[in-house]
């Protein structure tokens, strides 16, 4: 089951701690749709090792990955329901520092575990309904490791076989959990004739990865989402465009999957929304970025570093993928679509400006993957910061989304007009 290269490489490997309960598929279909739903979960700090608990209505199978670099526990089951508080995060102890939740793709959830130091699986449950908890249990007890033995714990001997009688437990490995692995420089798949130009929107984050969460507690990924679906609404009333949203629901999509439906999709322009954070709780106010290997200034930078680790806060193993999207660097054939996405953005800072609060120098550039389609004019837009507490007021409002909308309805109008023309001509 192991080949001697991965052990002979361990770093790029994950181990996969594949459980399987007899039985749940059959009865997940007799369900008829019928989802599982997490109701709690909780960390507890045992004197020699951390327990994560996690109460499900329903017993299901589930995956366990670990990823180093930075160290983390990833658990993945079919698709579930969560029954958890608005802005949940449950307090971390031990070895622990963070957990996310939610969506990974259609039919699997995901919770992602930060470990604070390398830690070892010492055990794993999923314990049945008893007394007066009336919930399944997925038990999960961690201690402290060294990263050697994190690394290892692909061997298989470093697990015990669950002694549950209709457990089958067994160690397998898998090379990455990415999906759409697309090659960068692949030739565009564009219809050959359209009577409408395509729009791909792309509402930032998603299912896993909650992105940032702003001062009153509004997570990213559902501003976003919200706003893309605003921003379709008032394009398709157009009736010149025909647009295309990365998502339209709460789940992760990878980042190169995201450039793969724009470039499916035949884009003729691509809008990535956020709404982020930073240190400085007075800044306020959009702005545009477009793609460039240097980074207009240092906020810039660290902004598309943070934005690039999407895959990784989902738990997405990047490893074993040697085409990194970071790495790509520009050629030639990109430099056109360089300009006309910066054409775009100066139109889109211009027309913002007149409905909303701009970030001094709003139009700004950085190595953002998401940006890195080399044939689609794309740009990131930020919609203010959720660290501000006007702005996050403001992009929770439907209200002040449909202003930002209109206004970025405009500068796509105002694009393809100068595009419409000059083919005239
Ligand atoms: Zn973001």
């Known amino acids: 089951m192991f080949n001697r290269h991965s052990i002979k490489i361990p770093v ?83 070895s ?28 794993t449950m999923m314990l049945s309904p008893r007394g007066r908890v009336k919930n399944w249990r997925f038990v999960m007890d961690l201690v402290p490791t060294s990263r050697a033995n994190f690394l290892a714990q692909m061997k298989p001997a470093e697990y015990p076989a669950q002694a549950k009688k209709n457990v089958k437990a067994t160690a397998v490995q898998t090379a990455s959990v990415q999906q759409a692995r697309v090659p960068a420089m692949l030739p565009p798949v564009k219809p050959q004739k359209k009577s409408k130009h395509v729009v791909v929107v792309d509402a930032g984050h998603g299912g896993v990865d909650p992105g940032a969460s702003g001062v009153s507690g509004a997570y990213e990924k559902h501003i976003t989402l919200a706003m893309a679906r605003q921003l379709r609404d008032a ?29 499916r999709a035949g884009a003729d322009l691509f809008l990535s929304l956020h709404a982020d954070t930073f240190r400085d709780r007075k800044v306020r106010g959009a702005s545009v970025y477009t793609l460039s290997e240097r ?23 990047l490893s074993s993928t040697s085409d990194d999207l970071s790495f790509i660097l520009l050629d030639m054939a990109q430099r056109d679509t360089k300009n006309q996405s910066s054409r775009f953005a100066e139109t889109v800072v211009r027309d913002l400006s007149r409905s909303s609060k701009v970030l001094r120098n709003p139009h700004r550039f950085a190595g953002f993957a998401v940006l890195k389609a080399p044939d689609v004019p794309a740009v990131l837009i930020e919609l203010g910061f959720l660290s501000n507490k006007h702005d996050e007021r403001a992009l929770r ?29």
């Not at 939740?101 to 959830?109: E, H, M, R, V």
């Open 12 to 94: 790029f490997n994950a181990l996969v701690l594949l459980v399987c309960l007899f039985g749940f598929y059959e009865r997940a279909n007799a369900q008829d749709g019928l989802m599982p739903l997490v109701q709690s979960v909780r960390v507890g700090e045992h004197p020699k090792y951390t327990r994560f608990v996690m109460e499900i209505s329903d017993e299901v199978g589930y995956k366990i990955t670990t990823l180093s670099d930075p160290y983390r526990v990833v658990v993945d089951f079919p698709e579930m329901g969560w029954q958890l508080p608005k802005g949940f995060n449950p307090r971390m102890y031990g």
């Open 96 to 123: 622990l520092s963070g957990f996310r939740y939610g969506l990974f793709k259609t039919g699997t959830s995901r919770i992602v575990l930060d470990a604070k130091s390398p830690v070892s699986i010492k055990n």
């Open 235 to 263: 394009l398709n009333r157009t009736g010149r465009y025909k647009v295309v949203l990365t998502r339209d629901r709460d789940v992760f999509i990878p980042l190169r999957e995201r450039i793969a439906i724009a470039r």
């Open 295 to 317: 980074a207009s200034d240092k906020e810039a930078q660290a902004l598309a570093e943070r934005e690039n680790k999407a895959d990784l806060i989902a738990g997405v193993d």
């Open 397 to 425: 409002s439907k209200k002040h989304r449909a202003k930002l909308a209109e206004a970025i309805k405009t500068s796509i109008n105002r694009y393809f007009n100068r595009i419409e023309e000059a083919n005239r001509s």
